[in-house]
């Protein structure tokens, strides 16, 4: 059976809107819903949060690999340039 789809998302925050988060799910709707619960600690304290970027893999592997260039140095950068 083939692995679900993964979706690549970036978050911002309505209250600070100056604070995104990267993160990756196979199920954006019930992810959107647990950050906006607190159920994260590291989105906690922005709450509510809306989504400003999806970017659907079929390659878990792929997906994973674009969160991580996304997180640091330079995939921060290009996500404020080219994502935001």
């Known amino acids: 059976m083939p692995e679900p789809q993964r979706t ?9 809107q ?4 990267t993160g990756i ?3 954006l ?3 959107l819903r647990a950050h906006n619960k607190g159920l ?5 304290s922005g709450r509510p949060w809306r989504v400003v970027v ?3 893999f079929a390659d878990p592997d ?3 690999q674009f969160e991580t260039y996304l997180k640091p140095g330079s995939g921060r950068t290009f996500a404020a ?3 935001r």
């Open 40 to 44: 994260s600690r590291h989105t906690a």
């Open 8 to 16: 690549v998302y970036v978050l911002q925050s309505t209250t600070r």
């Open 25 to 27: 799910t196979s199920n």
């Open 18 to 21: 100056q604070r995104y988060y």
């Open 29 to 31: 709707e019930w992810r």
């Open 62 to 64: 792929r997906a994973a």
């Open 54 to 56: 999806t970017v659907e």
């Open 81 to 83: 340039r080219r994502l």
